[in-house]
């Protein structure tokens, strides 16, 4: 079987070097510590992604809403660093790469990351720190 879209390609093999992936974000424990984000959070954003051919997943999302979340999230980023772990979130492999886009934007690559549930294997100790939540979680067009 072969794939041809690329994001879809990068997320297979992100799930098949997990154990690569997650190595610099364990503890001396071989524990991950990972800010988390709400299950509406990621159906809101999975919601306004939209598959191009030529680019891939696009996150189309609206200003306002974009704004909150990207607030939401720099709040658990600093949370996370202020309580001395590298800032690491979780959430599904749809939306990994908006999630990481949004950070990107504010925050150099290198200080965080962003991993899909499916790329931590099932045997990883794994202590959310913090959820990134949304008050009122509505994504209006």
């Given at each position: 079987?072969?794939?041809?879209?690329?994001?879809?390609?990068?997320?297979?093999?992100?799930?098949?070097?997990?154990?690569?992936?997650?190595?610099?974000?364990?503890?001396?424990?071989?524990?991950?510590?990972?800010?988390?984000?709400?299950?509406?959070?990621?159906?809101?954003?999975?919601?306004?992604?939209?598959?191009?051919?030529?680019?891939?997943?696009?996150?189309?999302?609206?200003?306002?809403?974009r704004e909150?979340?990207?607030?939401?999230?720099?709040?658990?980023?600093?949370s996370m660093?202020?309580s001395g772990?590298?800032?690491?979130?979780?959430?599904?492999?749809?939306?990994?790469?908006?999630?990481?886009?949004?950070?990107?934007?504010?925050?150099?690559?290198?200080?965080?990351?962003?991993?899909?549930?499916?790329?931590?294997?099932?045997?990883?100790?794994?202590?959310?720190?913090?959820?990134?939540?949304?008050?009122?979680?509505?994504?209006?067009?």
């Amino acid at each position: 079987q072969r794939v041809q879209n690329a994001e879809l390609l990068t997320d297979i093999v992100r799930q098949r070097l997990s154990r690569q992936i997650i190595a610099p974000y364990l503890d001396k424990n071989k524990t991950l510590f990972a800010a988390v984000i709400d299950p509406q959070v990621e159906f809101d954003v999975r919601a306004n992604i939209t598959i191009d051919d030529r680019d891939g997943r696009i996150l189309a999302l609206d200003p306002h809403y974009r704004e909150r979340l990207r607030a939401a999230l720099l709040t658990a980023y600093n949370s996370m660093q202020s309580s001395g772990k590298f800032p690491l979130f979780t959430c599904g492999s749809e939306v990994r790469s908006g999630l990481a886009e949004i950070l990107s934007r504010e925050i150099s690559t290198r200080s965080f990351a962003v991993l899909a549930y499916e790329e931590i294997p099932r045997d990883a100790k794994f202590i959310e720190i913090t959820k990134v939540v949304l008050e009122e979680s509505e994504v209006t067009a």
